[in-house]
């Protein structure tokens, strides 16, 4: 039996409930972040019937007080972390190219992301293999966006940039984690059917969950700080 901890943000649709599922059925107990607690709890109760071990969290990510309160829970229940999943993200481009979408778009897709990683960085020291994935974008790559038509397209500037802040951000911390036994990558899922992703996209949402899945679950001879999907490591 496993008893490894995980926690994903944003795990009550999409991307997030998913990788929940894919790591509950690893055996790993999975605490799924939502930011209303009946969210939570409904996410919860799906992923039980599956008889996967799963637990609500209240944890909206811009929330200090939520994450003050999952930091203790998660200390007193636990003692260690093992897997923190950054999945929560918005796009907010479709309503106009302004500072206020900017930094309403930083404050979920990045600020959330560090403070909610600040906050359980001890807890993760405290696990023999922390993993640490940031849910990012191929949108996030400036190299991409810079050579590639499809993805200039986007013209997505608020979240292409909170995006190529959370890349940046996770060099900086798996910098800053060198020598430790926690690991931290960025991950592109992939053009995924989802509310944000749209029913036009590619891929179905077990597909779209994948990377984040198999980031989460690195041996100790994996990669740390460097940007994937699914074998492929994308530029910067
Ligand atoms: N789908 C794609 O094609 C695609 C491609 C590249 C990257 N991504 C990234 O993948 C991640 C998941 O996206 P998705 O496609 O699954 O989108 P989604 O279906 O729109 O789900 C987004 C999730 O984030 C949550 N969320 C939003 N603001 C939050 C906050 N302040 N605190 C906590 N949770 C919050 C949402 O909660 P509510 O239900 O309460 O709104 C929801 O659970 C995002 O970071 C996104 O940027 C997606």
């Known amino acids: 039996m496993n008893n490894k901890i995980a926690l994903i943000t944003g795990a009550n649709r999409g ?3 998913e990788i929940g599922r894919q790591l509950g059925r690893q055996g790993i107990i999975v605490l799924l972040g939502a930011r209303s607690l009946s969210k939570a709890e409904d996410a919860a109760v ?18 200090d007080r939520h994450i003050r309160a999952v930091a203790a829970k998660i200390k007193a229940e ?3 972390l093992d897997i923190l999943v950054n ?9 106009g190219n302004n500072t206020d ?13 560090h403070a909610l990683t600040e906050a359980l960085l001890p807890l993760l020291n405290a696990s023999p293999e922390g993993r ?9 790559s400036v190299a991409t966006i810079l050579t590639n038509e499809m993805y200039a397209k986007a013209a997505a500037p608020a979240y ?6 959370l890349n940046a951000w996770t060099a900086q911390l798996s910098i800053q984690l060198r020598g430790t036994n926690v690991k931290v990558n960025a991950c592109h899922p992939g053009w995924v059917k989802t509310d944000l992703g749209g029913k036009d996209a590619d891929m ?3 597909e779209g969950a994948e990377t984040a899945v198999s980031l989460a679950t690195l041996p100790s001879d994996g990669p740390t700080g460097g940007l994937f999907h699914g074998s492929e490591t994308l530029p910067w």
């Open 15 to 17: 991307l997030g409930l």
């Open 46 to 63: 799906q992923l039980k019937a599956e008889n996967i071990e799963a637990y609500p969290v209240e944890l909206d990510v811009t929330d």
């Open 78 to 80: 636990y003692g260690k």
């Open 87 to 95: 999945n929560a993200g918005i796009f907010l481009d479709h309503e």
């Open 101 to 113: 979408v900017m930094r309403r778009t930083f404050e979920v897709n990045i600020f959330g992301a």
């Open 132 to 140: 640490i994935v940031n849910q990012s974008s191929i949108l996030g």
């Open 160 to 165: 292409t940039a909170s995006k190529a802040a």
């Open 204 to 206: 179905e949402i077990h």
